[in-house]
């Protein structure tokens, strides 16, 4: 039934067993960065990311450890929230790239706004997946795969400009490449009807590449950010802090400049 499954008890199996450690390094990565990022101003939405990560994971989990116990309303309420969750990080992590640019402020009501409505449009498509309006199976490519796939790319472009003009130093990107092949990967894993992979399952390896994507990209990131005043940066002038700034505390700052 299972490439890599423990047998319980009569017909009840623990399905990829595999997956659990991974799961689990994945929550301490989750915690550790959602800690970290918190404390620099920098990369405080960066921790949010990683917060829905965490919640992600520990969804996973559950599912995983107790889907023999669970009843299915709670099973269907879980994967409703999975469903959402990578939506959320790519939608999160498109605002971060903008922020990065000087093209949002991550406390306006513009940047608010964008959050609800977007989480408000991808609910309203699960929920009428759940009614049988929609396929859920086209729903949820499109959250956790399509889209993502194509915010990420808009990232992408956003960190070259953050990059070239504010770091200067464009091979810190590479530590981006993990994400191309783990969503290369997992378009591949939705599109194939192959499970089993010898010893282990499609879904063991793209949680696997998942989290070695995630691990990676908090290396970029924190190696990515500049120090949080102003002045010049090789070169070139900072200013991410004051985007992050009230009016009042702008001209504060400028005042004292």
Same mark, same amino acid.
């Given at each position: 039934?299972?490439?890599? /499954?423990?047998?319980?008890?009569?017909?009840?199996?623990? #399905?990829?067993?595999?997956?659990?450690?991974?799961?689990?390094?994945?929550?301490?990565?989750?915690?550790?960065?959602? !800690?970290?990022? @918190?404390?620099?101003? #920098?990369?405080?939405?960066?921790? +949010?990311? +990683?917060? *829905?990560?965490?919640?992600?994971?520990?969804?996973?989990?559950?599912?995983?450890?107790?889907?023999?116990? $669970?009843?299915?309303?709670?099973?269907? /309420?879980?994967?409703?929230?999975?469903?959402?969750?990578?939506?959320?990080?790519?939608?999160?992590?498109?605002?971060?790239?903008?922020?990065? =640019?000087?093209? *949002?402020?991550? @406390?306006?009501?513009?940047? @608010?706004?964008?959050?609800?409505?977007?989480?408000?449009? /991808?609910?309203?498509?699960?929920?009428?997946?759940?009614?049988?309006?929609?396929?859920? +199976?086209?729903?949820?490519?499109?959250?956790? !795969?399509?889209?993502?796939?194509?915010?990420?790319?808009?990232?992408?472009?956003?960190?070259?400009?953050?990059?070239? +003009?504010?770091?200067?130093?464009?091979? @810190?990107?590479?530590? $981006?490449?993990?994400? =191309?092949?783990?969503?290369?990967?997992?378009?591949?894993?939705?599109?194939?009807?192959?499970?089993?992979?010898?010893?282990?399952?499609?879904?063991? &390896?793209?949680?696997? *590449?998942? =989290?070695?994507?995630?691990?990676?990209?908090?290396?970029?990131?924190?190696?990515?950010? =500049?120090?949080?005043?102003?002045? &010049?940066?090789?070169?070139?002038?900072?200013?991410?802090?004051?985007?992050?700034?009230?009016?009042?505390?702008?001209?504060?700052?400028?005042?004292?400049?």
């Amino acid at each position: 039934m299972y490439c890599d /499954a423990i047998h319980i008890k009569g017909d009840h199996y623990l #399905a990829y067993i595999l997956v659990v450690p991974i799961l689990l390094f994945a929550l301490y990565i989750s915690i550790s960065r959602f !800690i970290r990022f @918190k404390k620099d101003v #920098a990369s405080i939405i960066y921790s +949010y990311i +990683y917060l *829905l990560f965490g919640v992600y994971s520990i969804l996973c989990l559950l599912q995983i450890l107790f889907f023999n116990t $669970l009843q299915f309303s709670t099973l269907y /309420a879980l994967t409703f929230i999975n469903t959402l969750l990578p939506f959320s990080m790519a939608i999160l992590c498109l605002i971060a790239g903008s922020v990065d =640019v000087g093209l *949002l402020d991550f @406390k306006s009501k513009p940047t @608010k706004f964008i959050i609800g409505i977007s989480v408000l449009i /991808a609910s309203s498509l699960v929920i009428l997946s759940v009614f049988k309006v929609i396929g859920y +199976y086209y729903i949820s490519t499109l959250l956790e !795969i399509y889209i993502p796939v194509f915010l990420f790319f808009v990232y992408l472009s956003t960190q070259m400009y953050h990059i070239k +003009y504010y770091v200067g130093d464009i091979k @810190k990107m590479f530590w $981006l490449i993990p994400i =191309v092949f783990n969503f290369t990967f997992s378009l591949m894993f939705f599109l194939n009807s192959i499970h089993c992979v010898n010893f282990t399952s499609m879904f063991t &390896i793209n949680t696997l *590449l998942l =989290v070695i994507s995630m691990l990676m990209f908090s290396q970029y990131i924190t190696i990515s950010r =500049v120090p949080l005043h102003f002045g &010049i940066i090789e070169g070139r002038e900072y200013d991410v802090v004051m985007m992050l700034k009230s009016e009042k505390e702008k001209e504060k700052e400028e005042d004292n400049l």
